[in-house]
């Protein structure tokens, strides 16, 4: 049973806003401590290959996302908050401990254990929040909520640890994310005491005919994979300066967090049809490095790419609940499809702006129009009933 008689809107909301809560607490340790992951290296004398290395935590938060749906639905009726809990102990534990590191070796292997516990905990998460949200405020404004919260510790993470830093040193800077962090899992804790009763679907209650929605993932991937990264968008409006494009960033993500409201609402009202964003606002961030590099371009590639982020974050979870059901398993699938489509991302798309205008767009172009087809055929499949709940 996913959700107990007791779960109401009102409860939902509380639920939906605790979680939301343990992620903003739990954002300002993560993004606080990777925002200066390059800088922390470097005062350790790491090599540059390790700096670039850390994308190897990124990977790995990715792969493992389908084992932490495999032991959500292991470990029994509570299985998905004991991986939840885990997942967030890792995370929060991992980056204050830097303070105390010796060398690079280890401030390497921190940020490493972050992303797995990132990986790990995320499908339980997303099980709770869809279960939880099916029948009362719909899971489309659910997930956009958690995202907009989400944001805000994204955004005030890195202000946080730049302002200490600047005066007390790095270490003194994690260290201090120790305190977020042991408040985002006494949050939790409070969750899990008053919600453990709401337990995300079994795998049987999937509702796409045949078992799990491959189309809907390459749907997922194809999407984020033409997206262009906010590095490449960064490198090709270079010449506008660190600040400007600093500034940008931080209005990409305040987008993100506004876009995340908006479009889980418009999922709530319009259906499986709102999917179709996804793929369309990524597509236009990219086709932004077609244009040649001035203020307002870089503006708009930043709105642009916000604007994705938001949809990504908020329509994309939704949409594996509406098409497969609330299950950690398909949510840890979800997950992998994700990471193979900012690998993609983050290496193809790369390679065709760098062969020219005619590639990038050919590449854009092809995924945009294979997400598409992907996700109409995904919804041919599923119980009309299922996709305008």
């Known amino acids: 049973m996913a959700a107990s008689s007791r779960l109401d809107r009102r409860s939902v909301l509380a639920l939906i806003l605790a979680l939301g809560l343990v992620s903003l607490l739990a954002d300002v340790v993560y993004e606080g401590g990777r925002s200066i992951s390059g800088v922390v290296l470097s005062s350790l004398e790491a090599p540059a290959v390790a700096a670039s290395a850390i994308v190897v935590g990124e990977a790995a938060s990715y792969a493992v996302r389908p ?4 032991l959500s639905e292991r470990l029994g009726r509570r299985g998905p908050w004991v991986v939840m809990f885990a997942g967030y102990l890792l995370g929060v534990g991992s980056i204050p401990l830097i303070a105390l590191a010796p060398t690079w070796r280890e401030v390497f292997a921190l940020y490493l254990v972050e992303r797995v516990g990132k990986g790990l ?10 279960a939880a949200s099916k029948e009362t405020i719909g899971y489309g404004r659910a997930f956009g909520l958690h995202e907009a919260l989400d944001q805000l510790g994204a955004i005030a993470g890195p202000i946080a640890v730049g302002l200490v830093s600047y005066s007390g040193g790095f270490r003194l800077a994690v260290a201090l994310l120790a305190l977020p962090g042991a408040a985002s899992l006494a949050t939790l804790a409070l969750a899990f005491r008053r919600f453990s009763y709401i337990t995300p679907s079994r795998p049987e209650e999937a509702r796409y005919e045949g078992g799990a929605p491959i189309g809907y993932y390459i749907f997922a991937a194809a999407s984020i994979g033409a997206l262009a990264p906010w590095s490449l968008l960064s490198y090709h409006n270079s010449a506008m300066g660190f600040t400007i494009i600093a500034t940008y960033y931080s209005l990409a993500m ?18 499986a ?4 964003a996804i793929p369309a606002a990524s597509a236009m961030a990219s086709l932004t490095l077609l244009l040649n590099s001035s203020p307002a371009t870089a503006l708009a590639a930043a709105l642009l790419y916000g604007a994705a982020m938001g949809l990504i974050e908020s329509l994309g979870k939704a949409g594996v609940a509406l098409l497969a059901g609330p299950s950690p398993r398909q949510y840890g699938y979800y997950g992998a499809a994700t990471g193979l489509g900012y690998a993609a991302s983050g ?3 790369g390679a065709a702006y760098s062969q020219g205008s005619v590639w990038l767009a050919a590449y854009i172009l092809t995924l945009t129009v294979l997400a598409l087809t992907t996700l109409h055929n995904t919804a041919k499949h599923t119980s009309r009933k299922e996709i305008n709940p």
């Open 347 to 349: 290496a193809l798309i």
């Open 254 to 271: 305040l987008v993100d967090a506004i876009a995340s409201l908006i479009a889980g609402s418009a999922l709530d009202k319009y259906g």
């Open 67 to 70: 084992l932490g749906g495999w």
């Open 273 to 276: 049809r709102t999917l179709a």
């Open 121 to 130: 905990r995320a499908p339980a998460r997303n099980a709770i929040i869809a």
